[in-house]
């Protein structure tokens, strides 16, 4: 595709508030892409590598912070990334024409972004009611602890192969529930750990079926990556909580919009 400025721009925005408040870029992105006309198996293969370059710098920094879980990360990805291939090879294998396919990727991410709008808007509440429950059966249990949270990461994986959405605000809001004694730096931080690898294995499956732009790709890159560093460093100094409600009444807006 031709270079275009609307795009850089939609980047640093995107890039932008991602650094401000946290909130996943591909539940922000990838509506963006469909408005500009970019079809959705392509929206969605490259917003998912345009995630995992982005969020790798994230994982550094979390890193060095010490908000990285790496046993839970593994376990999620335990759960993600066999589900990402398994979702992959059903899209590669379906017989049909490419409009069809377009459309239950559609009608699926309009879904995606109704769910991940109410997780934004009742974050706090959520996380209130998961520390209530922190003393139920399941949290003193690794076991079935552990298998819980693979399940999660089976139904992300799914999920975020299919829309590019998910990996950040439904995966973050999932782990409250499986770990509400876990500070929300450390949840955040796992989370964007166990975002890299499977927005990466996502991202190149979809690249291998040609629902890749690498000029687009670039484009959104060359906004995002200073987006980024700009959002961190206003990060606090901005009411939070109206972004994320401004965010997720889009995001449902958008979501509404895709399926009806």
Known sequence: MDFQIG????????????????????????????????????????????AAFTKMGGVFVHHKKGNINWQITGWLTLGSVPA???????????KTDISTINAVIKYSLGWALLFTSIAI?????????????????????????????IGIGVLLGATVT???????????????FLYPLLPTPRLVGTEIAHAVPLTLVAGIGHASMGNLDLVLLGQLLMGSLPGIFIGSM???????????????????IAGYKLIF
């Open 7 to 50: 795009l850089v721009i939609a980047g640093l925005l995107v890039g932008f508030i991602v650094g401000l408040t946290g909130v996943g870029g591909g539940s922000l992105m990838t509506p963006i892409l469909l408005y500009f006309g970019i079809p959705p198996t392509t929206a969605v293969g490259t917003d998912l590598l345009y």
């Open 84 to 94: 990402a291939l398994l979702t992959l090879w059903i899209l590669n294998s379906i």
């Open 121 to 149: 808007l009742f974050k706090k509440k959520l996380l209130v009611l998961s520390q209530k429950h922190a003393g139920d059966r399941f949290h003193s249990e690794s076991h079935t602890q552990n298998m819980l949270t």
């Open 162 to 176: 299919l829309t590019s959405i998910g990996a950040g605000a439904l995966g973050t809001v999932t782990l409250f």
């Open 234 to 252: 206003l990060s606090g100094k901005v009411p939070d909580l109206f972004l994320r409600n401004a965010i997720a009444i889009m995001l449902f």
